[in-house]
Protein backbone atom coordinates (compact mmCIF):
# COMPACT_ATOMS: atom_id res chain seq x y z
CA UNK A 1 0.00 0.00 0.00
CA UNK A 2 1.35 3.18 -0.92
CA UNK A 3 0.94 6.18 0.87
CA UNK A 4 0.29 9.74 -0.40
CA UNK A 5 1.43 12.50 2.23
CA UNK A 6 0.10 16.10 1.69
CA UNK A 7 2.04 18.78 2.69
CA UNK A 8 0.86 22.36 3.11
CA UNK A 9 3.49 25.62 2.60
CA UNK A 10 1.12 28.76 4.44
CA UNK A 11 -1.90 29.79 6.20
CA UNK A 12 -3.86 29.66 2.88
CA UNK A 13 -3.49 25.98 2.49
CA UNK A 14 -1.61 25.91 -0.56
CA UNK A 15 -1.43 22.09 -0.53
CA UNK A 16 1.29 19.67 -3.05
CA UNK A 17 1.18 15.59 -2.29
CA UNK A 18 3.80 13.47 -2.49
CA UNK A 19 4.80 9.94 -2.64
CA UNK A 20 7.37 7.43 -2.99
CA UNK A 21 8.63 3.51 -4.12
CA UNK A 22 11.43 1.61 -3.22
CA UNK A 23 14.10 2.21 -5.54
CA UNK A 24 16.12 -0.44 -8.07
CA UNK A 25 18.70 -1.30 -4.56
CA UNK A 26 15.19 -2.11 -2.39
CA UNK A 27 12.87 -3.80 -5.74
CA UNK A 28 11.16 -6.94 -3.91
CA UNK A 29 12.21 -9.77 -5.22
CA UNK A 30 10.91 -11.34 -8.73
CA UNK A 31 10.43 -7.32 -9.53
CA UNK A 32 11.51 -6.34 -12.60
CA UNK A 33 10.33 -2.41 -12.64
CA UNK A 34 12.68 0.10 -13.21
CA UNK A 35 12.72 3.35 -12.00
CA UNK A 36 10.74 4.85 -15.22
CA UNK A 37 8.23 2.33 -14.67
CA UNK A 38 8.06 3.44 -10.88
CA UNK A 39 7.48 7.09 -11.82
CA UNK A 40 4.32 6.07 -14.27
CA UNK A 41 3.08 4.42 -11.34
CA UNK A 42 3.68 7.29 -8.48
CA UNK A 43 2.00 9.60 -11.68
CA UNK A 44 -0.82 7.60 -11.32
CA UNK A 45 -1.22 7.41 -7.70
CA UNK A 46 -0.67 10.92 -6.76
CA UNK A 47 -3.01 12.12 -10.01
CA UNK A 48 -5.72 9.81 -8.54
CA UNK A 49 -5.65 11.09 -5.20
CA UNK A 50 -6.00 14.41 -6.02
CA UNK A 51 -9.23 13.98 -8.67
CA UNK A 52 -10.13 12.55 -5.42
CA UNK A 53 -9.96 15.69 -3.41
CA UNK A 54 -12.02 17.90 -5.67
CA UNK A 55 -9.31 20.55 -5.28
CA UNK A 56 -9.94 24.02 -7.39
CA UNK A 57 -6.37 23.74 -7.37
CA UNK A 58 -6.65 21.17 -9.75
CA UNK A 59 -9.39 22.46 -12.32
CA UNK A 60 -7.34 21.48 -15.46
CA UNK A 61 -7.46 17.98 -14.32
CA UNK A 62 -10.95 17.73 -13.13
CA UNK A 63 -11.89 18.94 -16.59
CA UNK A 64 -9.20 16.44 -18.16
CA UNK A 65 -10.36 12.89 -20.01
CA UNK A 66 -7.25 11.03 -19.50
CA UNK A 67 -9.21 8.42 -21.50
CA UNK A 68 -8.79 10.28 -24.79
CA UNK A 69 -5.63 12.43 -23.63
CA UNK A 70 -3.67 10.25 -21.47
CA UNK A 71 -1.41 11.87 -19.13
CA UNK A 72 2.41 11.47 -20.56
CA UNK A 73 5.76 12.94 -19.30
CA UNK A 74 8.01 15.29 -21.45
CA UNK A 75 11.14 16.64 -20.16
CA UNK A 76 12.39 20.37 -20.82
CA UNK A 77 15.84 21.57 -22.77
CA UNK A 78 16.77 21.00 -19.34
CA UNK A 79 15.72 17.91 -18.11
CA UNK A 80 12.86 19.44 -16.27
CA UNK A 81 9.51 17.49 -16.23
CA UNK A 82 6.52 18.22 -17.46
CA UNK A 83 3.16 16.89 -17.62
CA UNK A 84 0.66 17.35 -20.51
CA UNK A 85 -2.74 15.38 -21.51
CA UNK A 86 -2.86 16.22 -25.91
CA UNK A 87 -1.03 19.79 -25.96
CA UNK A 88 -2.60 21.32 -22.20
CA UNK A 89 -0.53 21.60 -19.24
CA UNK A 90 -1.11 19.99 -16.37
CA UNK A 91 -0.16 20.04 -12.51
CA UNK A 92 3.28 20.85 -11.86
CA UNK A 93 5.85 17.65 -11.03
CA UNK A 94 9.31 16.73 -9.54
CA UNK A 95 10.99 13.42 -8.85
CA UNK A 96 13.98 12.51 -6.63
CA UNK A 97 15.99 9.44 -6.31
CA UNK A 98 17.02 9.12 -2.21
CA UNK A 99 17.04 6.81 0.88
CA UNK A 100 16.66 3.63 -1.17
CA UNK A 101 13.52 5.36 -2.76
CA UNK A 102 11.98 7.08 -5.74
CA UNK A 103 10.13 10.16 -5.24
CA UNK A 104 7.31 12.00 -6.80
CA UNK A 105 5.70 15.25 -6.04
CA UNK A 106 2.78 17.21 -7.65
CA UNK A 107 0.86 20.31 -7.24
CA UNK A 108 -1.63 22.45 -8.34
CA UNK A 109 -2.16 23.76 -11.88
CA UNK A 110 -0.93 27.43 -10.74
CA UNK A 111 2.84 26.50 -9.36
CA UNK A 112 6.02 24.79 -9.94
CA UNK A 113 7.48 22.52 -7.88
CA UNK A 114 10.58 20.91 -6.66
CA UNK A 115 11.20 17.58 -4.63
CA UNK A 116 15.09 16.38 -3.53
CA UNK A 117 15.65 13.32 -1.32
CA UNK A 118 19.40 13.47 0.18
CA UNK A 119 21.12 11.06 2.18
CA UNK A 120 23.73 11.93 4.83
CA UNK A 121 25.78 9.56 3.84
CA UNK A 122 26.68 11.66 0.64
CA UNK A 123 27.80 14.94 2.83
CA UNK A 124 30.37 12.64 5.06
CA UNK A 125 34.39 13.15 4.74
CA UNK A 126 36.37 15.92 3.39
CA UNK A 127 32.97 17.42 1.88
CA UNK A 128 33.79 21.42 0.85
CA UNK A 129 30.75 22.48 2.80
CA UNK A 130 32.05 26.29 2.74
CA UNK A 131 32.16 26.02 -1.36
CA UNK A 132 28.64 25.15 -1.48
CA UNK A 133 27.01 26.58 1.86
CA UNK A 134 27.32 30.22 3.45
CA UNK A 135 28.46 30.19 6.93
CA UNK A 136 24.87 31.61 8.49
CA UNK A 137 23.25 28.66 7.24
CA UNK A 138 25.61 26.18 7.85
CA UNK A 139 25.16 27.46 11.45
CA UNK A 140 21.87 27.56 11.37
CA UNK A 141 21.50 23.84 10.12
CA UNK A 142 23.92 22.28 12.62
CA UNK A 143 21.67 23.84 15.55
CA UNK A 144 18.74 21.73 13.24
CA UNK A 145 21.10 18.68 13.19
CA UNK A 146 22.72 18.70 16.72
CA UNK A 147 25.78 20.18 15.41
CA UNK A 148 26.29 16.62 13.23
CA UNK A 149 28.10 17.97 10.09
CA UNK A 150 27.08 15.39 7.54
CA UNK A 151 23.35 15.73 8.93
CA UNK A 152 23.25 19.46 8.36
CA UNK A 153 24.98 19.51 4.44
CA UNK A 154 22.53 16.82 3.64
CA UNK A 155 19.56 19.50 4.75
CA UNK A 156 20.79 22.29 3.22
CA UNK A 157 21.58 20.07 -0.06
CA UNK A 158 18.34 19.00 -0.46
CA UNK A 159 16.85 22.77 0.25
CA UNK A 160 18.84 24.31 -2.34
CA UNK A 161 17.97 21.17 -4.82
CA UNK A 162 14.37 21.53 -4.71
CA UNK A 163 14.57 25.30 -5.23
CA UNK A 164 16.50 24.97 -8.38
CA UNK A 165 14.16 21.89 -9.79
CA UNK A 166 11.13 24.29 -9.09
CA UNK A 167 12.97 27.14 -11.08
CA UNK A 168 13.14 24.48 -14.15
CA UNK A 169 16.89 24.61 -14.35
CA UNK A 170 18.80 22.46 -11.38
CA UNK A 171 22.44 23.72 -10.96
CA UNK A 172 23.50 24.02 -14.69
CA UNK A 173 22.07 27.94 -14.21
CA UNK A 174 22.55 28.45 -10.68
CA UNK A 175 25.05 28.07 -8.26
CA UNK A 176 24.45 26.51 -5.11
CA UNK A 177 25.72 29.96 -3.44
CA UNK A 178 23.18 32.32 -4.97
CA UNK A 179 20.61 30.17 -3.26
CA UNK A 180 20.11 31.39 0.29
CA UNK A 181 18.38 29.47 2.57
CA UNK A 182 16.88 31.49 5.40
CA UNK A 183 16.21 30.32 9.13
CA UNK A 184 13.51 27.98 9.20
CA UNK A 185 9.92 28.80 11.04
CA UNK A 186 8.22 26.55 12.92
CA UNK A 187 8.79 23.61 15.48
CA UNK A 188 9.65 19.86 16.00
CA UNK A 189 11.18 17.71 14.05
CA UNK A 190 10.04 19.16 10.30
CA UNK A 191 11.26 22.71 9.27
CA UNK A 192 10.11 25.71 6.68
CA UNK A 193 12.47 27.43 5.23
CA UNK A 194 12.44 31.18 3.33
CA UNK A 195 14.43 30.60 0.26
CA UNK A 196 15.92 33.72 -1.81
CA UNK A 197 17.80 34.11 -5.14
CA UNK A 198 21.32 36.03 -5.51
CA UNK A 199 23.82 37.03 -8.01
CA UNK A 200 23.30 35.56 -11.73
CA UNK A 201 20.31 33.01 -10.28
CA UNK A 202 18.57 36.75 -9.55
CA UNK A 203 19.14 37.95 -13.13
CA UNK A 204 18.11 34.76 -15.33
CA UNK A 205 14.84 34.84 -12.52
CA UNK A 206 14.04 38.54 -11.82
CA UNK A 207 10.56 37.58 -10.93
CA UNK A 208 12.08 36.65 -7.63
CA UNK A 209 13.51 40.31 -6.72
CA UNK A 210 11.85 40.82 -2.64
CA UNK A 211 10.22 37.34 -2.80
CA UNK A 212 11.07 33.90 -1.15
CA UNK A 213 10.01 30.62 -2.22
CA UNK A 214 8.94 28.33 0.61
CA UNK A 215 10.85 24.75 1.31
CA UNK A 216 9.05 22.21 4.01
CA UNK A 217 11.60 19.52 4.64
CA UNK A 218 11.15 16.19 6.79
CA UNK A 219 13.50 14.15 8.11
CA UNK A 220 14.07 10.32 7.67
CA UNK A 221 16.23 7.46 9.28
CA UNK A 222 19.06 8.60 6.99
CA UNK A 223 18.24 11.29 4.70
CA UNK A 224 16.14 14.93 4.70
CA UNK A 225 13.51 15.42 2.06
CA UNK A 226 12.82 18.86 0.60
CA UNK A 227 9.83 20.14 -1.27
CA UNK A 228 9.68 23.96 -2.74
CA UNK A 229 6.95 24.81 -4.38
CA UNK A 230 6.97 28.15 -6.63
CA UNK A 231 4.10 30.72 -7.71
CA UNK A 232 5.43 33.47 -9.31
CA UNK A 233 2.20 34.84 -9.75
CA UNK A 234 2.03 35.45 -5.80
CA UNK A 235 4.28 36.51 -2.76
CA UNK A 236 4.33 33.62 -0.85
Known amino acids: MITVHT?????????????????????RKGSTANTADKKEHLISILLDHVVAQENPLWKRLHSCDRAALPIRVVHGPLGRPHLLAGEYRMPGISFSEGGGKVWATLCGDEFDI???AAAFKEFRGEYPLHRVFHDQELQHALRLTGGDPAKAAALLWSVKEAVVKALGCGFHLVAPRQVHVYPSTGGGSEYTFPVGLSGKALERFPKGAGR????RSFPGEKMWLSIALLNWRSRL
Open 7 to 27: VNFDHRGVPAFYASLPGDGET
Open 114 to 116: GID
Open 212 to 215: SIRV
